[in-house]
């Protein structure tokens, strides 16, 4: 399968640096998805970076992936 612009991109772009408290927030997101959510969670994350990452960002992220995720199941 080809890769897409948005592959090259968040292949390119990595997450962080983070400080402990994003970590720890992403973490507690992040244990509660399934594998397909987490890597679109972390992608949602490194797109979103630029802006912030503060709580209600992570938590969107997070909710974008499981509602994504769970549309094509």
Excluded: K
């Excluded at 962080?16 to 927030?25: F, H, M, N, Y």
């Excluded at 959510?37 to 992936?65: D, H, K, N, V, Y």
């Amino acid at each position: 399968m080809p890769m897409t612009n948005n592959d090259t991109l968040t292949h390119a772009m990595t997450l962080g640096p983070l400080t402990a408290t994003q970590r720890q927030e992403i973490m507690r997101h992040a244990t509660a998805l399934t594998p397909a959510a987490r890597q679109l969670f972390r992608r949602l994350l490194i797109l979103a970076q630029a802006r912030g990452l503060e709580s209600e960002i992570i938590a969107r992220a997070a909710a974008q992936a499981r509602e994504h995720v769970a549309a094509f199941l």
